[in-house]
């Protein structure tokens, strides 16, 4: 220590101010002070320091402490510094030190390097009853310079206490220093004066103080850490026209005492980490204040990170204030972390200045240190053990929904300085904030750097500069929907994301309210939250102006069902609305695979359904599931799922079930059996195995059907030509309906019909009738699966996206019944002529039948209710049948016969229905769904016929029938009875 013109005091007694403040030649200066170490250092008392290098002029020193147990009159007054006269100046301090250092005790700072132009010093603790009053710095006159001031080391440093700084750096004009017992929550304002919160200076610094603050620079390589309230890490401080750091007072401050002088620069820069726990500490502080004056650069440069997460603490300050010109304020951030506190704690503060520069290349937020969160599960075991390592927790894989209300109000604050915030990665770092901003006045900006992200919670407040963004912009995160207000517009460029949260069930997304004007190129991708309401369009961002420069939206996967666009409203809104195709053009669209007619009947009703109502619909969720699909192909086979093919179809399986019948009911109405002419007649027939299937080709829906037929019947003659009969009989259905060899719906039934049969023959010629009908009950399950859509409920704190998660989807299948009814009538003419041996029978077939099909769903929202359609059908078959009989006694004979033949009917079935859960839609939407018959279907059987004692006669046949998409194969056998 060098003092020039003053006094040293030791603790606890107070000496006076040596020098007449009316002598104008008082003047005496500070040396130069160097101080080398290489070692460790510990300190075990209140107020020991580590290292203490200091140069006074015009008197000063290390002040003591004055206190007392009483109340009264009496006081304490301690004053440190040159009185009067010109005082003199601080010489240059320069510490070079290595080695860790560790001190125990309130103010026991671990390096104090200071120089003090017109007197000043440390002071001492002013405490008790007694009224105490505690004076640092010159008192009038011309005061002094303070000298450079130098700190470079390497080295640990740990504190443990109040107000216990790690490193001071101190260069003071015009009186000043340390004040006694610590430091408040630094604050001041552009001009120089007490603080941001009104706070008042924690020193006296006496009117008329005089003189420049030198040069202050800290080069710090070694982990820091403190744990007391106001314990700072780093702090460098130029100040002119006197001031310097406060004590413990409740509204301690840093800064200018007001006077006359300029402030010069104060550099430092840290190495390595910095973590300051307690309440109202600094990480890293630097300052160039003065009164009446200039004010001068600040670089701070955190190689590390910086964490600070007491309440009201701060990572990074800087500061440049006077009433004169102002330097610029620079801050660089290049560690991993950059943590501000809890409360009023901020990540990054800078205040005053003239063209200030923030570069962030951290993870930067204000939170504290004792969050409550969520994790992953599979996050949790690793988790447990990063909470076991040392050092400061960061819970990067904590989900930042979660989060949200533990961050401080602000994360970076700016005053009246021109404030430029770049956020950009270096190396392995994140370059990500996380909080909300406030940059004060001034010409302001915020660069959000490629590959860099920026995450605003309420508010980014740039006075009415520009937020610039060519990286990923979020508010909230993914997976949270919110608005965030920024003062200022808004650019987004080429390279630039903003990911935009989608809520359908409450139509909101997530939005930018600026206060000037917005210009978006880039990207805005889209992930989905909810989906039980259709897209309608959104504003996105509103300002004084807008530009669509050509952003872009993109949905997490492919969506072949959406065509998201933005456009421009009123010249001040981004909107986002979506400008999609039909269902029924993307159904067609080669790329589906699909060329079911009865496809594109289900992409029409879609359409129907979806333009009905909206955003409210009934069918929102399985609309927006199937425009999610990737590409045609995915929809059209989910369209195919989706139709009820079987419904329409069942008109199908009854009607041939009919056929069948008929056949068998005319098993004695043929051609009279040999030597048994009489024309009466019981039978009874059985169809073990009767296949049908249907294939229209590539891109079509398939059938294949197993009926199985049993009947009974008689008839008797009642005249000379007519004979009257009955017939009964029962078919099990077996249906299945697939695409592409899956599996879309399987059916099973039963169905009985009856029938009043009679024939009018005259010689060769005959006419036979039928009229009758049958009801039927069928039960099956479909596939309606459609593959599911997912969204990213959230990021981590560290932006890493939580696994995607499926949006609710509409359910896999439905089971599904169904009644039918059935009513007709045929009438068959021919004749039969005997050829010898042989027989010939031509025949004209003419049948008209009213069919009804009726059903229900259950199961999922794509379950149908098909409240009964009917068709009337009609067909005319003209045939041909040759046999013979073969004589194997007097009493038995075997008949062989083949026929062939041509069905002509009309070309579809139709069903009507609707998805039971869009029943009451406005103007009542329908699918209606049909399925082509062949026509003509070509007709051909075969047979043997044993006939033998006493009119028993047995037979098995052949009936196929063959059209351009249909087989049908059916084997029976029956036993009669003629008398």
Excluded at 826 to 835: D, I, P, Q, V, Y
Aim: charged letters at 15%; one cysteine or more; hydrophobic letters at 35%.
């Amino acid at each position: 220590m060098t003092i020039g013109g003053g006094a040293s005091i030791p603790n606890g007694i107070p000496i006076p101010v040596v020098g007449d403040p009316n002598d104008p030649d008082n003047e005496a200066d500070g040396g130069k002070v160097t101080v080398t170490n290489d070692g460790e250092i510990i300190t075990h008392k209140d107020g020991s320091y580590g290292i203490f290098a200091q140069s006074i002029g015009g008197g000063g020193g290390y002040g003591g402490t004055v206190s007392s147990d009483f109340a009264g009159s009496d006081s304490f007054a301690l004053s440190l510094g040159g009185k009067g006269g010109n005082g003199g100046d601080g010489g240059d301090v320069r510490v070079e030190v290595s080695g860790s250092i560790e001190t125990f005790g309130a103010r026991a700072h671990g390096v104090v390097a200071q120089s003090v132009g017109g007197g000043g010093g440390v002071g001492g603790d002013a405490k008790g009853k007694t009224s105490n009053a505690l004076g640092i710095g010159g008192l009038g006159g011309n005061g002094g310079d303070g000298g450079d001031v130098t700190v470079i080391r390497t080295g640990t440093i740990t504190t443990h206490g109040v107000d216990a700084v790690a490193i001071i750096a101190q260069s003071v004009g015009g009186g000043g220093g340390i004040g006694g017992a610590g430091f408040g929550r630094f604050g001041a304002t552009a001009d120089g004066g007490s603080g941001i919160d009104n706070n008042t200076i924690g020193f006296n610094t006496f009117a008329g103080a005089k003189g420049n603050g030198g040069t202050v620079t800290i080069q710090q390589d070694g982990e820091i850490v403190t744990d007391g309230e106001r314990a700072h890490g780093i702090v460098a401080q130029a100040v002119g026209g006197g001031g310097g750091l406060a004590g413990t007072l409740s509204a301690g401050a840093a800064g200018s005492g007001g006077g006359i002088g300029d402030a010069a620069a104060a550099t430092a820069t840290a190495m390595s980490q910095v973590w300051v726990k307690g309440a109202s500490s600094y990480a890293m502080f630097g300052q160039s204040a003065t009164g009446i004056g200039d004010a001068h650069a600040v670089t701070l440069t955190a190689g590390d990170s910086l964490f600070a997460q007491g309440a009201g603490s701060v990572a990074a300050y800087g500061e440049s204030t006077a009433n004169g010109a102002k330097g610029n304020i620079t801050i660089n951030l290049n560690g991993h972390y950059t943590i501000g506190g809890a409360g009023t704690g901020v990540a990054a503060m800078l205040v005053g200045g003239a063209n200030n520069a923030l570069t962030n290349h951290s993870l930067l937020y204000a939170m504290g240190a004792t969050p409550t969160f969520e994790i992953q599960a599979a996050d949790i075991q690793a988790f447990q053990t990063f909470l076991l390592a040392p050092g400061p927790v960061v819970p990067t894989n904590a989900i930042l929904e979660s989060l949200l209300d533990d961050f401080s109000p602000l994360a970076i604050t700016g005053t009246s300085g021109d404030d430029h915030v770049d956020n950009s990665r270096l190396g392995d770092t994140l370059g990500r904030v996380i909080g909300n901003i406030d940059l004060g006045g001034g010409d302001n900006s915020f660069h959000n750097f490629a590959d860099a992200s920026m995450v605003g919670l309420k508010t980014i407040d740039l006075g009415g500069g520009l937020f610039t963004n060519d990286g990923l912009y979020t508010n909230q995160g993914i997976g949270v929907v919110a608005k965030v207000d920024v003062g200022g517009g808004f650019k987004q460029n080429l390279s630039g994301d903003f990911v935009t949260d989608v809520d359908l069930n409450n139509q909101i997304t997530d939005a930018l309210a600026l206060t000037a004007a917005g210009d978006f190129n880039g990207e805005a991708p889209l992930n989905f939250l909810s989906i039980d309401k259709l897209f309608t369009e959104y504003v996105v961002a509103n300002g004084s102006g807008m530009t669509d420069s050509g952003i872009a939206a993109k949905t997490l996967h492919p969506a072949v069902g959406f065509n998201f666009q933005f456009r421009v409203d009123g010249g001040t809104d981004l909107v986002l609305y979506a400008d999609n195709p039909t269902f029924l053009e993307l159904a067609q669209d080669p790329g589906s695979g699909t060329t079911d007619p009865g496809v594109f009947q289900m992409a029409q009703y879609l359409d129907d359904v979806e333009a009905a109502s909206t955003p409210d619909n009934p069918m929102a969720r399985l609309i927006n599931m199937l425009r999610f699909l990737p590409n045609e192909e995915e929809l059209g086979a989910a369209l195919t799922r989706l139709t009820p093919h079987y419904a329409v179809h069942t008109f199908n399986m009854i009607n041939r079930e009919a056929d069948m019948m008929l056949e068998a009911a005319r098993e004695c109405t043929g051609v009279p059996a040999y030597k048994n002419p009489d024309g009466r007649c019981v039978w009874a027939t059985i169809s073990p195995q009767a296949e049908y299937s249907r294939d229209a080709g590539a891109g079509t829906t398939s059938r294949d059907d197993v009926l199985k037929t049993m009947s009974l019947g008689g008839i008797g003659e009642i005249g000379q030509n007519w004979s009257l009969g009955a017939t009964i009989g029962r078919t099990e259905f077996d249906s299945k309906i697939g695409f592409n060899g899956d599996l879309l719906s399987e059916t099973t039934g039963e169905a009985w019909q009856a029938y009043a049969l009679a024939k009018y023959t005259n010689k060769n010629y005959f006419v036979d009738f039928a009229l009758g009908g049958g009801t039927g009950s069928f039960k099956g399950e479909r596939d309606t699966h459609i593959d599911p859509a997912f969204y990213i409920p959230g990021e981590t704190l560290a932006g890493d996206y939580l696994d995607e998660v499926m949006l609710p989807g509409i359910g896999s299948s439905v089971t599904y019944t169904q009644k039918t009814a059935m009513f007709g009538g045929s009438a068959r003419l021919g004749f039969t002529r005997e050829m010898g041996a042989f027989y010939l029978q031509p025949t004209v077939q003419f049948d008209a039948r009213w069919l009804r099909v009726s059903g229900t769903e259950e199961g999922s929202v794509a379950a149908f209710n098909f409240d009964g359609s009917a068709n009337t059908y009609y067909s005319a078959t003209p045939a041909i049948e040759i046999g013979t009989d073969i004589a194997l006694s007097d009493i038995a004979s075997l008949r062989v016969y083949g026929k062939a033949g041509a069905e002509f009917s009309n070309k579809e079935w139709e069903i009507e229905g609707r998805f039971a859960a869009a029943e009451n839609l406005p103007g009542n939407p329908a699918l209606h769904l049909t399925e082509a018959v062949d026509s003509p279907l070509y007709r051909v059987g075969a047979g043997l016929e044993l006939n033998g004692v006493n009119g028993v006669g047995m037979s098995v046949r052949y009936n196929g029938a063959f059209g351009e998409t249909v087989k049908q194969n059916a084997i029976s056998a029956s036993l009669k009875v003629s008398f």
